[in-house]
Structures are given as structure tokens and as C-alpha cells.
Nanobody, 116 residues
């Protein structure tokens, strides 16, 4: 029912920054929680950060704390992930998700590659 589209991925050097965007097909306040996950080849998809769309409460994986910031713009139906001090270990496909009405929707993913 809800479509999510990520953008903003790309190639960045270690220590660099990148900002990912996730735009939903409807008002994000109708989606209880949105978040970012990542998946490297051959590995499981892991939590990066989540945010509740009304209260704005955030949650971060230990690997993201102090470096990544999740935020939202309700008027733009968009959730962001600001990534700073990027490491090679951050290389993965980053997926946006939304939890609502007992369902989970996923975006198509955007590739983030951290390399010199």
C-alpha cells in the first residue's frame, strides 16, 4: 500500500559524508515508524536507525550512534539519514522501511560505497 523510494547513495571516501532520502507515497504521519536498514552482500539486513513519525523518537544501532542522524520532514513525506565520518564497514545497500497497520514496506535500496 505504501511505496518508499530511496535516493542519495553513491561513492564516498572514508571520513566523508552522505545524506540519504526516503520519500513515501503518502503522508508519513500515517506511517507509525520509519527507519533505515542496511545489507552487505552475503549478510543479513541490519537496523541502522528508526524514527517515529509523530513523536520524532529516534533509535540507533550502536554502529551508527554519534555518526548518523535520522530526521524527517512531514510536509515532504520524507525521512533522511545523514551519515558522517563514514567507514569502509558502512558499505552496503541501504533500505528505507515503514511500519504501519501491521505491515512493513521496503524501498528498493540505494547503494553506499565507502572507499578510497
Amino acid at each position: 500500500q505504501v511505496q518508499l523510494v530511496e535516493s542519495g547513495g553513491g561513492l564516498v571516501q572514508p571520513g566523508g559524508s552522505l545524506r540519504l532520502s526516503c520519500t513515501a507515497s503518502r503522508s508519513i504521519i500515517s506511517i507509525y515508524m520509519m527507519g533505515w536498514y542496511r545489507q552487505a552482500p552475503g549478510k543479513q539486513r541490519d537496523l541502522v536507525a528508526t524514527i517515529t513519525t509523530i513523536g520524532g523518537n529516534t533509535n540507533y544501532a550502536d554502529s551508527a550512534k554519534g555518526r548518523f542522524t535520522i530526521s524527517k520532514d512531514n510536509a515532504k513525506n520524507t525521512v533522511y539519514l545523514q551519515m558522517n565520518s563514514l567507514k569502509s564497514e558502512d558499505t552496503a545497500v541501504y533500505y528505507c522501511n515503514g511500519v504501519y497497520d501491521g505491515r512493513i514496506s521496503w524501498g528498493q535500496g540505494t547503494q553506499v560505497t565507502v572507499s578510497s
